[in-house]
T-cell receptor, first 117, second 112 residues
Framework: AQKITQTQPGMFVQEKEAVTLDCTYD???????LFWYKQPSSGEMIFLIY??????QNATEGRYSLNFQKARKSANLVISASQLGDSAMYFC??????????????FGQGTELSVKP | NAGVTQTPKFQVLKTGQSMTLQCAQD?????MSWYRQDPGMGLRLIHY???????DQGEVPNGYNVSRSTTEDFPLRLLSAAPSQTSVYFC???????????FGPGTRLTVL
């Protein structure tokens, strides 16, 4: 069974609008972390935002926020005020057993975001 | 800090050849890992290490060997390259309690 599911292979958004990228996860471990990475066409993987399973508040980093709904096992990425430079592939990832170093990072298949001028 | 560095950036091999992909980090990170990225499949974990002298298998370890003799370096060895190993390979490292992993720039490998 897929541990991380990203149901949107591709999305379009108008410049300056907000966009939500979906991510659902599956784990029975109470201690886990959720990550979002951006991969532009140049290929590097850029860390965007992190949410721990015990965090009470949704994570935010500048224009990025994570809509964490624990009961629904979803961790959607919200990008506000989209910019042309946001066009990239976005990956959701999960790490179980977060407080020990032995945890493994599991990635979803990614969502390709295109920002239109 | 240079962060996570990988060499080479591109490599073409013939089936059956062996080679080592290099990965180094200067952030004193204990955790290092190797992923491969194939089209439509996201990133998959090959091997990882929680510290010098300790390695373990990930999701797709067959055909690859690793060792961790120092904290800084984590090379990935292909013993006998196969076309199925054509992929982009990423090395990553992490240190703090949030275990955020920082990635190297990747190595694009083609096996003919």
């Amino acid at each position: 069974a897929q541990k991380i599911t990203q149901t949107q292979p591709g999305m379009f958004v108008q410049e300056k609008e907000a966009v939500t990228l979906d991510c659902t996860y599956d784990t029975s471990d109470p201690s886990y972390g959720l990550f979002w990475y951006k991969q532009p066409s140049s290929g590097e993987m850029i860390f965007l935002i992190y949410q721990g399973s015990y965090d009470q508040q949704n994570a935010t980093e500048g224009r990025y926020s994570l809509n964490f709904q624990k009961a629904r096992k979803s961790a959607n990425l919200v990008i506000s005020a989209s910019q042309l430079g946001d066009s990239a592939m976005y990956f959701c990832a999960m790490r179980e057993n977060i407080y020990n170093q032995g945890g493994k990072l599991i990635f979803g298949q990614g969502t390709e975001l295109s920002v239109k001028p | 800090n240079a962060g996570v560095t990988q060499t080479p950036k591109f490599q073409v091999l013939k089936t059956g050849q062996s080679m080592t992909l290099q990965c180094a980090q200067d952030m004193n990170h204990e955790y290092m890992s190797w992923y491969r990225q194939d089209p439509g499949m996201g990133l998959r974990l090959i091997h990882y290490s929680v510290g010098a002298g300790i390695t373990d298998q990930g999701e797709v370890p067959n055909g690859y060997n690793v060792s961790r003799s120092t904290t800084e370096d984590f090379p990935l060895r292909l013993l006998s390259a196969a076309p199925s190993q054509t992929s982009v390979y990423f090395c990553a490292s992490s240190y703090d309690h949030t275990d955020t992993q920082y990635f190297g720039p990747g190595t694009r490998l083609t096996v003919l």
